[in-house]
Each structure stands twice: as structure tokens, then as C-alpha cells.
T-cell receptor, first 114, second 111 residues
Framework: EAQVTQNPRYLITVTGKKLTVTCSQNMNHEYMSWYRQDPGLGLRQIYYSMNVEVTDKGDVPEGYKVSRKEKRNFPLILESPSPNQTSLYFC?????????????FGPGTRLTVT | GQQVMQIPQYQHVQEGEDFTTYCNSSTTLSNIQWYKQRPGGHPVFLIQ?????EVKKQKRLTFQFGEAKKNSSLHITATQTTDVGTYFCGRDQTGANNLFFGTGTRLTVIP
């Protein structure tokens, strides 16, 4: 089944404790992204990747790192999480079709930083 | 700037009534995409519009892209309880997987 998987699905952590959220896709898509979703603010892109070893900042990259060492994986790293990073995070892989990047989202990771 | 404005933020309709959400931009869009997110779920791609004045239909859903490519709408005819969710529009930066989404319209359908 074509899908994007994220782990963990739920995470409660404390300020300053480094964490990684993994993302993997099996659709052989070149493009991948990370988003955060907050009430009233909608979906905001954190980082995106156009190819292996190619990553770029999205709308809200501060406090996050990503890496794209292989096509299928795109982990999100929070080196020193803070409470304002409490959010719902979505990974997405993208297909470029007919002039636009269609996003295929993972199930989401709900992160709470205390 | 890059954002797209989406209205209304919330909409409650009686089952069977129609529903429309609008997406507006101050700049010309290269394309517009629409997504649906069920409560507790993840956004799911519905459709993309690329051409000026384009109209596409998916059963009871009608998507339009304005002639000036600065606005778009999603219209649902005769809503059903399965239509409940939040509808997002999104645009990408030309030539890059750099997307900006509207804040979404949360639709509630009252049986």
C-alpha cells in the first residue's frame, strides 16, 4: 500500500531534550516536506526537500533541522525542543503532476513539550 | 505575501444544504490545490487547478479557479455528514515544493 509513515504518533517530552520524528515514504517520490498544524494558523511548512541531500527552509524553520540522506526518509530533528513547538506535525511526500506539487500526508505526530 | 486567505473559518450547515469556501490571494497564483482533513485525520489531496477560469467537478464537489488566477472556490452541493471536516486550499511557489496553505474552513453538517 502506498503510504507515508511517521513515528512516533504521540510524544510527550521536556524542554531541551533532543528528539527525532521519523518519516518514510514508499512511493518513490523525490519531494518531501514537514508541516506543523496549530489551531487558527492552519498548516505551515517547516522544511522541504527537492531531492536527496537537497533541503530548503519553509515558512517556519526556526528550531528545526532535517536531513535527506536517502530518497525514502526525511527525519525531523528538534535539537532543543521548547513549549512553543508543541504542535501536530505532518510529513508529506510530493508528486509533481500537471504543474503542481501534490502532497501526500502521513498520519501525523502529536508532540507536547513541557 | 505568500499566504492565501480562506473564508469562512467555520461553517455550520443543515444536511442537504450547499456549502462554499473561498480562497483569495493578492498575487497571481500559478496553481491552487484543495485538501480535506477529517476530524482526527490527516489532509488528503482532492484536486489541483492550474488554468485560468478552470472548473472541475468531483461528484457533488465543484472547484473553480478565477479568471485572474487570484481566487478559487470549493462548492459542495447537498452536503452529507460524510462531508464533515476542514477544507484547505494551498499554493506552491513556482518551481519548488514550497507550499503555503490557507487557514482552512471547518465544515460541520447537522443531521
Amino acid at each position: 500500500e502506498a503510504q507515508v509513515t511517521q513515528n512516533p504518533r504521540y510524544l510527550i517530552t521536556v524542554t531541551g531534550k533532543k528528539l527525532t520524528v521519523t518519516c518514510s515514504q514508499n512511493m518513490n517520490h523525490e519531494y518531501m516536506s514537514w508541516y506543523r498544524q496549530d489551531p487558527g494558523l492552519g498548516l505551515r511548512q517547516i522544511y522541504y526537500s527537492m531531492n536527496v541531500e537537497v533541503t530548503d527552509k519553509g515558512d517556519v524553520p526556526e528550531g528545526y533541522k532535517v536531513s535527506r540522506k536517502e530518497k525514502r526518509n526525511f527525519p525531523l530533528i528538534l535539537e532543543s525542543p521548547s513549549p512553543n513547538q508543541t504542535s501536530l506535525y505532518f510529513c508529506a511526500s510530493s508528486l509533481y503532476a500537471a504543474g503542481a506539487y501534490e502532497q501526500y500526508f502521513g498520519p501525523g505526530t502529536r508532540l507536547t513539550v513541557t | 505575501g505568500q499566504q492565501v486567505m480562506q473564508i469562512p473559518q467555520y461553517q455550520h450547515v443543515q444536511e442537504g444544504e450547499d456549502f462554499t469556501t473561498y480562497c483569495n490571494s493578492s498575487t497571481t497564483l500559478s496553481n491552487i490545490q484543495w485538501y480535506k482533513q477529517r476530524p482526527g485525520g490527516h489532509p488528503v489531496f482532492l484536486i489541483q487547478l492550474v488554468k485560468s477560469g478552470e472548473v472541475k467537478k468531483q461528484k457533488r464537489l465543484t472547484f473553480q479557479f478565477g479568471e485572474a488566477k487570484k481566487n478559487s472556490s470549493l462548492h459542495i452541493t447537498a452536503t452529507q455528514t460524510t462531508d464533515v471536516g476542514t477544507y484547505f486550499c494551498g499554493r506552491d511557489q513556482t518551481g519548488a515544493n514550497n507550499l503555503f496553505f490557507g487557514t482552512g474552513t471547518r465544515l460541520t453538517v447537522i443531521p
